[in-house]
């Protein structure tokens, strides 16, 4: 094979009649070998569980069906090691339900980052050159990028702010959480398109707010 990316991700429906009857082994040395469809028939057999064991985990439809290409992609690559005396669907319901808590476990410390990378203080220091007005500002842009920041999926928030506030990598983001290339330029794209429309929904709050007429103090009644 030219790389360890599966061939394709369930792309093409296999014949109806495959089911958990069909040899496991002979389906991976045919996937080995380079056969699509080989692939793509364990991905069908066994995608409902896995997807059901990652929604279980992480509560999000999204990123569950992420999580569940993390772990095909995990077994693709293993599948050379595999012992095949082993039972597969065992190995394959192990490693996805190990990949979930290295993902939760992932999320935990990047939230525990986010927070300190978010503080306002550090993001918008005071400087001897900058008057009161500017650095209330930069704070305000801090505090909104936050509040937007924090209305993303885990996933992309995680993308985004090791790519564009941590200023890491591609590569180095894709070896910190264990992902391909593709898949993190994914999420950051995703990610920021999301955020531009957060931080847009934020900035629209703020103004309906700041237009709503005050209530009485006396009566509660809007005046």
């Not at 985990?57 to 999580?67: C, N, P, R």
């Not at 993390?70 to 339900?97: C, E, G, H, M, P």
């Not at 996933?155 to 090791?162: C, D, E, K, P, W």
Request: aromatic content about 6%; some cysteine; glycine content about 2%.
């Amino acid at each position: 094979m030219r790389d360890s990316t599966p061939p394709a991700r369930s792309t093409v429906t296999p014949p109806e009649t495959v089911g958990p009857e069909a040899d496991i082994s002979a389906l991976i040395q045919a996937c080995l070998s380079g056969d699509e469809l080989a692939w793509q028939t364990i991905v069908r057999m066994h995608r409902r569980k896995v997807f059901n064991i990652a929604y279980k985990f992480v509560g999000s439809v999204d990123q569950a069906e992420d999580l569940m290409q993390d772990v095909f992609i995990k077994v693709f690559r293993s599948l050379s090691t595999f012992d095949r005396r082993a039972n597969f669907q065992t190995w394959l319901y192990s490693v996805t339900r190990n990949l979930c808590i290295d993902h939760y476990r992932a999320l935990r410390k990047e939230r525990e980052a986010l927070n300190r990378d978010l503080n306002v203080d550090v993001l918008a220091p005071a400087s001897a050159d900058r008057n009161p007005l500017q650095i209330l500002e930069s704070q305000d842009q801090a505090a909104l990028l936050k509040r937007a920041l924090d209305r993303l999926p885990e996933t992309m928030r995680t993308a985004v702010v090791l790519r564009d506030l941590q200023e890491l990598s591609y590569e180095e983001i894709a070896k910190h959480l264990d992902l391909p290339d593709g898949t993190v330029k994914s999420r950051i794209s995703r990610g920021r398109t999301e955020l531009a429309k957060q931080i847009q929904a934020v900035r629209n709050e703020d103004q309906a707010r700041l237009h709503r007429p005050a209530a009485s103090p006396e009566t509660g009644v809007n005046e």
